[in-house]
């Protein structure tokens, strides 16, 4: 394994239902185990959480939001995973956006993600409380229960 340490922005978008959008997908050495994630990636030259939130969430949804209307950063983690050869240390900072009634599209994704993300769905935290799917990361509901929080209209 190639070990690869990465600092991301993770977006939380917001839908006028108080509902966050993750995705679904699977690791391509195990495409059997699914599992719900946040979107984003890592941050790209100087860029600042806000400006990787938003690529990625343009990237990832295909919906656009500009840096500013992110919030500031309220959480974060280190985790540590396998993705193809890599043996990954993510740094992961989340920061939330309104979004209203965004419609998704993985039209302007990576191929690779393309290959291995399959659905995407709006969920409530307490959703997330009762999923007995698998899901990142474990403190998942209560980033939804800030990102609501943050993001209220």
């Known amino acids: 394994m190639i070990p690869w340490r990465r600092h ?5 978008p917001v839908n006028h239902e108080g509902r966050v959008l993750l995705l ?3 690791e391509p050495k195990s495409p059997d185990t699914l599992r719900w994630f946040t979107i ?3 941050l790209e030259g ?17 919906i656009k939001a500009a840096p500013e209307e992110f919030s500031e950063p309220y959480g ?14 993510q740094d992961q900072t989340f920061l939330s956006v309104y979004v209203g009634d965004a419609g998704v599209t993985f039209d302007h994704m ?11 769905r709006w969920w409530s935290a307490d959703e997330i409380r009762a999923c007995q799917e698998v ?9 939804i229960d800030e990102a609501v929080r943050r993001s209220a209209r």
């Open 110 to 120: 990576e191929a690779i993600e393309q290959q291995t993300t399959t659905t995407f």
């Open 40 to 42: 984003g990636g890592a």
């Open 8 to 12: 991301t922005a993770r977006a939380l």
């Open 24 to 26: 679904q997908g699977f």
């Open 135 to 143: 899901y990142h990361p474990d403190d998942l509901a209560e980033l």
């Open 46 to 62: 100087e860029e600042s959480m806000a400006e990787a939130a938003s690529r990625e969430l343009l990237e990832e949804t295909g």
């Open 76 to 89: 974060t983690s280190t985790i540590r995973f396998a993705w193809g050869d890599y043996d990954i240390t």
